[in-house]
């Protein structure tokens, strides 16, 4: 008969085996499907997926999530560029995570500031797609390896290009293709330079920065993106993805 420590030994061993196998399985899952994106629009979110859960059912004959899927050809550069001016604007050259926007948050951080996110679009793109909002350390330690995946398997445009598509830009509206029609009445494709930068502007936080009503701070913050659009270069920059 095997003495205690040794059977605890086996326990834990025969533990940590199938604490493997498993994390092995759903990193595989989490590849197959990340990888089929490549070529597959997905057609909803997670995000999107709670909030139609969550949403009461409209009194009228209102969507709860408004979401149009819309190519990335059928996407003007301005809008391209406004979001990267506006987010992450070393998008082309990382791997998925800004070590210098996370140093430089870290460091705001000890010297007395709010410790303010520094995700990438790749980031955003794992969360929004697979995940919830929230800065719990699960859903965090989710977020690195899928968003390593999709930086793995997918090129920089189809980041983007699903990003831009599942973004929220308002109140149960999600994606260019849905906010481009309901805040200004017409397809993408037709959106100026102001027009991008002003959805652009809106990115952190939907529900209450308005493209349809801009406030004050929208607004300046719309100027911002469009300064930095002109400073990365215009849409020369995008050559880079």
Excluded: C
Excluded at 10 to 39: C, E, G, N, P, Y
Excluded at 49 to 66: G, Q
């Amino acid at each position: 008969m095997a003495a205690a420590p040794e059977r605890d030994l086996i326990s834990l061993s025969r533990f940590l085996k199938t604490v493997a196998a498993a994390t092995a399985v759903l990193l595989l899952l989490m590849a197959t499907t990340i990888l089929a994106l490549r070529w597959v629009d997905p057609p909803t979110s997670a995000f999107m997926i709670r909030h139609w859960l969550l949403a009461e059912a409209p009194a009228t004959a209102e969507k709860r999530v408004y979401h149009e899927w819309v190519s990335a050809d059928q996407i003007p550069a301005e809008v391209k560029l406004a979001v990267i001016a506006a987010e992450d604007q070393r998008f082309p050259t990382h791997t998925g995570f800004d070590l210098v926007e996370m140093k430089n948050a870290l460091e705001r951080w000890r010297n007395g500031g709010s410790l303010r996110g520094a995700s990438t679009l790749s980031q955003q793109t794992a969360k929004n797609l697979f995940l919830w909002p929230g800065s719990d350390w699960l859903r965090k330690g989710l977020e690195a390896p899928l968003t390593l995946m999709i930086e793995w398997l997918w090129p920089k445009q189809r980041i983007l290009e699903v990003y831009l598509n599942i973004a929220q830009f308002g109140p149960d509206t999600y994606g260019v293709g849905a906010a481009s029609w309901r805040f200004f009445d017409r397809p993408v494709f037709t959106l100026s330079t102001p027009e991008a930068a002003l959805l652009a502007a809106v990115l952190p936080n939907p529900n209450i920065y308005r493209v349809d009503s801009p406030s004050p701070q929208v607004r300046r913050k719309a100027a911002w993106i469009e300064r930095q659009m002109r400073n990365l270069g215009g849409a020369a920059y995008l050559d880079r993805l």
